[in-house]
Antibody
Framework: EVQLVESGGGLVQPGRSLRLSCEASGFSFDSYAMHWVRQVPGKGLEWVSGITWNSGVTDYAGSVRGRFTISRDNARKSLYLQMNSLRLEDTAFYYCAVRGTYYSFDYWGQGTLVTVSS | EMVLTQSPGTLSLSPGESATLSCRASQSVISNYLAWYQQRPGHAPRLLIY???NRASGIPDRFSGTGSGTDFTLTISRLEPEDFAVYYCQHHGGSPSFSFGQGTKLEIK
């Protein structure tokens, strides 16, 4: 069974940093691209960032480019999102997701809530 | 910039009825890269349809996806109580790399 467990969310002040983690199990983590998708409570979904299986290519939404960094450790079966210079509008649930062959998000974690507030 | 527009915003139906949800893209999309998700309150999204018309593993055949070009449809037949949720379409390609529609809320009438 595929499991994705996010952690690292919490309350942080504007301008500060936070690092999210996603621990994977139940599939060949090192064979799949991984992504982060966020959702403001009560609102829609927004793609944030993605990374290929070998970390060769990373991609970011314009709203986070230059502030967020995605990375992975295949040996630890873990995905990370380093979030710097956080803004109020970064407040959201952050989900990690497995990208499938057809560029869909085939499996999702339960999400971790990041609240940016002074 | 790719924009996916879903309609209607809210759809009110009764169990047993059929639902038709629309997703329109601002420019022609690659059908293989069009997906649909279901999100129940308090839960993460769940993949329903990938490649515009392929059901994901474990998804009942009451769910079907069609479309090409700029117009895509998710049809849910014989609505069950657990089908009342929010549905999102999603596409890969262009800028940004991945786009989601704003969602359609399917509610019980």
């Amino acid at each position: 069974e595929v499991q994705l467990v996010e952690s690292g969310g919490g309350l942080v002040q504007p301008g500060r940093s936070l690092r999210l983690s996603c621990e994977a199990s139940g599939f060949s983590f090192d064979s799949y691209a991984m992504h982060w998708v966020r959702q403001v409570p009560g609102k829609g979904l927004e793609w944030v960032s993605g990374i290929t299986w070998n970390s060769g290519v990373t991609d970011y939404a314009g709203s986070v480019r230059g502030r967020f960094t995605i990375s992975r450790d295949n040996a630890r079966k873990s995905l990370y999102l380093q979030m710097n210079s956080l803004r109020l509008e970064d407040t959201a649930f952050y989900y990690c997701a497995v990208r499938g062959t057809y560029y869909s998000f085939d499996y999702w974690g339960q999400g971790t809530l990041v609240t940016v507030s002074s | 910039e790719m924009v996916l527009t879903q309609s209607p915003g809210t759809l009110s139906l009764s169990p047993g009825e059929s639902a038709t949800l629309s997703c329109r893209a601002s420019q022609s999309v690659i059908s293989n890269y069009l997906a649909w998700y279901q999100q129940r309150p308090g839960h993460a999204p769940r993949l329903l349809i990938y490649g515009a018309s392929n059901r994901a593993s474990g998804i009942p055949d009451r769910f079907s996806g069609t479309g090409s070009g700029t117009d895509f449809t998710l049809t849910i037949s014989r609505l069950e109580p657990e089908d009342f949720a929010v549905y999102y379409c999603q596409h890969h390609g262009g800028s940004p790399s991945f786009s989601f529609g704003q969602g359609t809320k399917l509610e019980i009438k």
